[in-house]
């Protein structure tokens, strides 16, 4: 099961959450993709805020809860 729990509004990060599931969803296709360096790539760009690699991962973080 996975669920989406981040409290920024979806809409905000959809651009994110397709790369998300894209390597959820076919990891043999996307594995070049790099979430961690997209994430703070993305928070650089149109929110002007640096994260460091632990806070772009907390953020990934956020987006599963597995509750199998």
């Known amino acids: ?3 989406v729990t981040q409290t920024i509004p979806t809409i905000a990060i959809a ?3 397709v790369l ?3 390597t ?5 296709l996307f594995s ?4 961690v360096e997209e994430v703070k790539y993305y928070y650089s760009e149109f929110y002007e805020f640096e994260l460091t690699d632990e806070q772009a991962q907390n953020v990934i973080n956020g987006w599963v809860i597995d509750d199998e």
Do not use: F, G, N, Y
């Open 32 to 35: 070049d993709i790099d979430l």
């Open 20 to 22: 998300w599931m894209a």
């Open 24 to 28: 959820i969803l076919q990891p043999e």
């Open 1 to 3: 099961i996975i669920i």
């Open 15 to 17: 651009p994110l959450l």
